[in-house]
């Protein structure tokens, strides 16, 4: 049998390649190949689903900002609002974070305990400043990342499951590719969206490896008493330490851990749990009355902690779409667009890709 030929194959079906495989299916004979029996199984389908533009700091913010009207349009956002507390040590840090965000034109108000009070219940008296961004929302990340699954099908791409891509090989004419179960195909670019195995995947490309490293992030869900309110914002600790949402009343937390740890399927730990819950018992005089589920995905993020969109520094053909951190969901459109404009040299609008270039990290 006559090996396949595609213009584009992008390695990984989590929200990364499957968004920037539906901007160019229309444009390019485009597959996607996803080693896992379906998409989202990794990183994608274990998100917190918030979009909020303080997320990932000022160099992820256009993104994320971008983005908010894009996931409106299409439907996936509903309001939820986030809420960054400090206690009275921290009102500098606090406001010194709604000034940074400020400026860059987010919407934030700062507020002192009894503010804080009227949006968490509960709230023990040692938190007494917050900033609150209104703009905060829940995104349906499985509705999102379904939308673009089945727009990259409609604009004719493939996509292949139990496709783990093995073996690359470049020749003046284009990649070969080897996949595990011995199937051979040929295509012009080989685009990099294999999440926490971006830089093996990099390797196995004959390019050097950028140091995307994956961190592992827990969260539990909780029944607490009183039941959470449906309305409570996302809170999160301007020290980093904690942030909790409800969801269905109950209660997702993390302890906003960041462990190193080699590509895999995350499994969560269960001291991660429990520093959670002591860390919740600090912030709120609510019970923990069960832990009703708990897992782990893993961020990936490169030195610099920005993502990386562009074509490899030294390998022709291959295109970097990796380091989507703690906010590869909730900057997906805009990210999408971006790189599809730069996987095929059209110059698009809005953002400035040079931030996000693996050239920053030298040839
Ligand atoms: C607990 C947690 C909470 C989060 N909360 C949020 C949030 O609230 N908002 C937000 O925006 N982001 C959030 N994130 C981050 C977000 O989930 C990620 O940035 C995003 O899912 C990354 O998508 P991805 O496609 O790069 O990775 P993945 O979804 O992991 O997809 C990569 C895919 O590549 C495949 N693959 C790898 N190697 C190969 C190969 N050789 N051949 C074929 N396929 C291969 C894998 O099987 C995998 O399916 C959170 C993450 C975690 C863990």
């Known amino acids: 049998m006559a090996d396949e030929t595609f213009d584009i194959v992008v390695v990984g079906a989590g929200m990364a390649g499957a968004s920037l495989a539906a901007e160019l ?3 390019a004979r485009v597959l996607v190949l996803e080693g896992e029996d379906r998409p989202g199984y990794h990183t994608t389908g274990r998100s917190a689903a918030f979009w909020t533009e303080s997320y990932g700091g000022p160099g992820v913010q ?45 919407e934030v108000e700062v507020l002192d305990h009894a503010g804080l009070q009227a949006h968490v219940p509960g709230l023990r008296p040692e938190w007494t400043c ?98 959470v309110p449906e309305r409570l914002p996302l809170v999160l600790d301007i020290a980093e330490r904690f942030y909790f949402k ?41 019970a923990v009355e069960r832990v009703e589920h708990r897992w782990a995905g893993l961020r990936s993020f490169a030195p610099d902690r920005l993502p990386v969109y562009g074509f490899d520094a030294l ?29 095929l040299g059209r110059t698009s609008g809005d953002i400035d890709p040079a931030p996000y270039s693996p050239l920053r990290f030298g040839g």
């Open 130 to 227: 917050g900033a609150l961004e209104p703009s905060c929302s829940d995104i349906d990340v499985a509705g999102l990342h379904a939308h673009y699954l089945t727009k990259l099908r409609e604009g004719g791409a493939e996509l292949w499951c139990r496709a783990r891509l093995t073996q690359a090989r470049r020749s003046a004419s284009g990649w070969q590719l080897t996949l595990a179960d011995g199937r051979v195909i040929r295509t012009a670019i080989v685009v990099n969206a294999a999440g926490a195995w971006a830089d093996p995947v990099a390797t196995l490309c004959g390019a050097r490896p950028l140091g995307i490293m994956p961190l592992r992030r827990t969260i539990a869900q909780l029944r607490v008493a009183p039941e």
């Open 25 to 27: 299916a229309e444009h």
């Open 315 to 343: 390998v022709p053909g291959l295109f970097w779409f990796a380091g989507q951190g703690g906010f590869g969901i909730q900057t997906a459109p805009a990210a999408a667009r971006l790189a599809a404009g730069l996987v």
């Open 62 to 106: 256009p993104l994320t900002s971008v983005s908010g009207p894009l996931l409106a349009q299409l439907g996936m956002v509903a309001p939820r609002m986030a809420l960054t507390i400090g206690r009275v040590e921290q009102a500098q840090e606090v406001e010194a974070f709604a000034r940074t965000y400020a400026d860059l034109g987010v």
């Open 246 to 286: 409800p969801d269905a009343g109950r209660l997702w937390l993390s302890p906003h851990d960041e462990t190193p740890s080699d590509p895999c399927d995350a499994a969560p730990d269960e001291l991660d749990v429990a520093v959670a819950i002591e860390r919740l018992e600090h912030v709120v005089d609510w």
